[in-house]
């Protein structure tokens, strides 16, 4: 039977432990790089999300959402406002650019052909009371919220 340890002090050489030893950390430090350089490279124009204040006006009659984030580039035209009953049955879907309120009972104000931070809609809230689901999109969800 032989012995499990070896007596012989013979290893690998230094050359070839130096070899490889500068080989793995090449593999390693590749590596590192793709996964960093996935995780930082940005996708798109940034984040695609919209800050919405939801309140009511001083005389309660109205539901107010003030812009209070919103991504660049995106204009009145190009943007829509969805108010869905609690049933699931929409009630309105329109771009704010051609939202009417003696029609729909909600409004945009905003400056400008861009919509900024400071813009804000008006909903009636008798035609649109609580339970109301609110979402405001582009090409993607901007904002989801319920009137409360």
Known sequence: MRPLIRSDRDGVSPVI????????TV?????LYV????????VGN???IMGV???KTGDGK????EIASTPLGLSPATVHLQLIAPGGQTAVY???SALNWPADGA????????IVAGDRLLVDAVRYPIDYQVLISSTTILYSGTLR
Not at 27 to 31: F, G, Q, S
Not at 35 to 42: A, F, H
């Open 17 to 24: 432990a130096t070899i490889l030893l500068v080989a793995i």
């Open 27 to 31: 593999v390693l430090a590749a590596v």
């Open 35 to 42: 996964m960093v350089s996935g995780l930082l490279t940005p």
């Open 46 to 48: 940034g984040p695609q």
């Open 53 to 55: 204040v939801l309140s």
């Open 62 to 65: 109205n539901w107010s959402l």
């Open 94 to 96: 329109k771009t704010f």
């Open 107 to 114: 409004a945009y104000f905003g400056n400008g052909t861009a």
